[in-house]
């Protein structure tokens, strides 16, 4: 016994087999050595287990660490937008910003160059660079004849027929209308696309534009985030929303998130509008890049320039083909529908600040 305790005493003692072999006891020496590995074994047999269990810790850490960094981006997006949709006065009108939409050529060829090696697109197929977003699209101008010079951009380039161009996507500027205890009716200061109204009817309730508007233009105007501050909105399409006498064309009253004016809307002196139907500067639009690339038609007058034709949604009492516009001047007209399209969109929302 006290032989074996000196075998151990020196094996716990690392000195391993150079001490045992002092001895000379081959038994000994193979007794260690099967212990030895007896102990390699069972640590072998452990190992995949302690593996498992260190993998799910580390896994457990990682999804906690990706939950409190999704909630602290959460936090941040949201007071971001709190911060944007805050009210602002600018040449005496009241403005919000929210919401992004492709608006402004961009003209720079070092990041024209840089961006056109950008391959995937975001979620709202938008190209992400140097934390902006992009989009890129052919030009579709409107055609002018022959001898007539074509339309340009902001930066005096003209627009040619099926050349790329890219935009930078930015915050859309909305013109409050009205406040109803934190709920704000916003019309979009610019025109930001061309849209066809409708290729058959005057009918606001069944039209193209007014499902391109809940959808397309609602996805790509506003992530996830901002579209919980869009309220529904009950859009009033009865024959007092035409300040017409009669008109046979109108259509059931909807709900909305995005719609479009109406002819009694655009003549209340309570959005800030004159009340008749004629020239009213207050009603004039200005017209972006990404929407003259479109093809909306833009005036050329140095008082009006940029000013466009911009679709209501009230429909025309003379018959199916044509609805309600607001024109170049701030006059409200008449135009076709689905025939050589020029006019703009100009959305409308009701914003909850609350």
């Not at 052919?138 to 022959?146: D, G, H, L, Q």
């Not at 309730?205 to 233009?217: A, Q, Y």
């Not at 996830?224 to 046979?248: H, Y």
């Amino acid at each position: 016994m006290l032989y074996k305790n000196k075998i151990d005493e020196k094996f716990d003692n690392s000195k391993n087999y150079k001490k045992i072999l002092k001895f000379g006891d081959s038994e000994v020496i193979n007794n260690v050595k099967r212990y030895n590995q007896e102990i390699i074994d069972r640590l072998e047999k452990e190992r995949p287990e302690k593996e498992r269990l260190e993998n799910e810790r580390q896994e457990k850490e990682r999804l906690e660490q990706e939950r409190l960094e999704k909630e602290r981006l959460e936090k941040e997006k949201l007071a971001e937008i709190e911060r944007k949709r805050q009210p602002y006065q600018e040449n005496g009108l009241t403005y919000i910003n929210f919401g992004s939409y492709p608006q402004t050529i961009v003209s720079d060829i070092e990041l024209i160059n840089n961006l056109n090696n950008v391959t995937k697109t975001n979620n709202r197929n938008y190209y992400e660079y140097n934390g902006e977003e992009y989009m890129k699209i052919s030009a579709t101008p409107f055609e002018f004849e022959e001898e007539q010079p074509g339309q340009v951009f902001s930066n005096n380039e003209e627009v040619i027929e099926g050349e790329i161009y890219w935009f930078k996507i930015e915050p859309i500027k909305w013109r409050v209308l009205e406040n109803n205890n934190g709920d704000y009716k916003l019309l979009s200061s610019v025109a930001l696309d061309l849209q066809d109204f409708d290729e058959e009817s005057n009918n606001y309730k069944n039209s193209e534009i007014r499902k391109w508007l809940n959808n397309d233009f609602y996805n790509k105007a506003f992530n996830n985030q901002e579209k919980e501050f869009i309220k529904i909105t009950l859009v009033d399409n009865r024959l007092i929303s035409t300040r017409d006498k009669k008109n046979e064309y109108i259509c059931e009253n909807t709900k909305d998130n995005v719609y479009l004016l109406s002819v009694h809307d655009v003549t209340n002196g309570n959005y800030g509008f004159d009340n008749n139907t004629d020239n009213c500067v207050a009603r004039q639009i200005k017209v972006t890049d990404f929407a003259i690339a479109k093809g909306v038609l833009y005036e050329e007058d140095k008082d009006n320039y940029r000013n466009c034709q911009w679709w209501l949604r009230s429909p025309s009492n003379d018959d199916s083909g044509h609805v309600r516009v607001v024109d170049y001047f701030g006059n409200v007209d008449y135009d076709f529908i689905g025939f050589e399209i020029i006019s703009g969109v100009c959305p409308a929302i009701t914003l909850s600040t609350k």
